[in-house]
């Protein structure tokens, strides 16, 4: 099983409740933290990355274009999926933003209960 955590800060900001709850989860699941996208010039693309505590971070580089970010995003997310053999996931978020991009991703998963988390 794998835990998708989208979220709206950078995993190496601040080590918060959320980062120790996912550290913990590792222990039972594939964790997944997904940042907000970073913009720039060139085309579409995401990078990953292994933190010590067995998290992998992805930061998702999107064009400066504003068509369509939240149908881009998917593909990268799909791109991931794909790619990393993900099968049967729950999703964790707590930025509101990606709520559509959630409910298209729940569309592959026999999982089906999304958990939204407010934490400050």
């Not at 900001?13 to 997944?32: D, E, G």
């Not at 400066?64 to 790619?83: A, F, M, P, V, W």
């Not at 592959?108 to 209960?113: A, G, Q, T």
Request: with cysteine.
């Amino acid at each position: 099983m794998t835990l998708l955590c989208f979220s709206n800060y950078r995993w190496d900001s601040a080590l918060q409740r959320p980062q120790h709850l996912l550290i913990r989860f590792t222990k039972q699941y594939r964790v997944f933290f997904i940042e907000e996208p970073v913009y720039h010039e060139k085309n579409d693309c995401y990078s990953i990355r292994p933190t010590e505590q067995n998290v992998w971070v992805i930061t998702p580089h999107l064009n400066t274009s504003d068509e369509n970010k939240i149908g881009r995003q998917k593909k990268i997310i799909d791109h991931l999926i794909y790619t990393q053999n993900i099968s049967e996931f729950i999703c964790w978020y707590y930025a509101l933003s990606v709520s559509i991009l959630v409910e298209e991703l729940l569309e592959y998963s026999p999982i089906k209960f999304p958990l939204l988390v407010c934490l400050k």
